[in-house]
């Protein structure tokens, strides 16, 4: 079954620090897609990354930058250097190509940066 | 190019009234996924549709929500006679082609049912 795991429910950290939000997944397809989406207090969803089964290379992005490592089924992501901004809740999200790319979100974790 | 657009943004409606939300997606896009937010609580995968055909709708609650998706127009979704517990924000997310999952959001239609 395909389930999307994210243990932090909330983390709180004083602007500038680096925070990593972990992501952890289960599927039995070898051809997926993995996501994370921060939604901010307005509510809109904004799309941060895709990255496909075959390609295990991490990805910077400005001071965001994502980890996936299939061997742990993880994909956490980082942000350095927060700021006030970047509070929010950040969900991880998989699809697989043998249930038709349907999207199936982590419970989230609210991120509250303090400055 | 417009993103996908949902309608209206914000719907109010009395317990036992319809709810009737749609779903513009993007231009050239002919697959349309819905989903489910309930408050403090990630999306839940409603149904997904392409042109005229209902593909999956193993995520919709069996009784009062409907969905279609015509050759022209929107996607909509119907929730009939709604209850406090549809209250919700409802969030459209269209793509290309089965295989191309670049599934575009809309901004979400938050129902507030009284």
């Known amino acids: 079954a395909q389930k999307v795991t994210q243990a932090q429910t909330e983390i709180s950290v004083v602007e500038k620090e680096d925070v990593t939000l972990d992501c952890v997944y289960e599927t039995r397809d070898t051809t997926y897609y993995l996501f994370w989406y921060k939604q901010p207090p307005s509510g809109e969803l904004v799309f941060l990354i895709r990255?496909?089964?075959?390609?295990?290379q991490n990805e910077i992005s400005g001071r965001y930058s994502w980890n996936f490592q299939k061997s742990t089924s993880s994909f956490n992501f980082t942000i350095t250097a927060s700021q006030v901004v970047d509070s929010a809740v950040y969900f991880c999200a998989l699809s697989e190509r043998a249930r038709d790319d349907k999207i199936i979100f982590g419970k989230g974790t609210r991120l509250h940066i303090l400055p | 190019n417009a993103g996908v657009m949902q309608n209206p943004r914000h719907l109010v409606r009395r317990r036992g009234q319809e709810a009737r939300l749609r779903c513009s997606p993007m231009?050239?896009?002919?697959?349309v996924y819905w989903y489910r937010q309930l408050p403090e609580e990630g999306l839940k995968f409603m149904v997904y549709?392409?042109?005229?055909?209902?593909?999956?709708e193993s995520g919709m609650p069996k009784e009062r929500f409907s969905a279609e998706f015509p050759k022209e127009g929107p996607s909509i979704l119907r929730i009939q006679q709604v209850v406090r517990g549809d209250s919700a924000a409802y969030f459209c997310?269209?793509?290309?082609?089965?295989?191309?999952?670049?599934?575009?959001f809309g901004q979400g239609t938050r129902l507030t049912v009284v």
């Open positions: 231009k050239g896009h002919s697959h």
């Open positions: 997310a269209s793509s290309p082609r089965v295989g191309n999952t670049e599934a575009f």
């Open positions: 990255r496909n089964s075959f390609d295990e």
């Open positions: 549709l392409q042109k005229e055909n209902i593909i999956d």
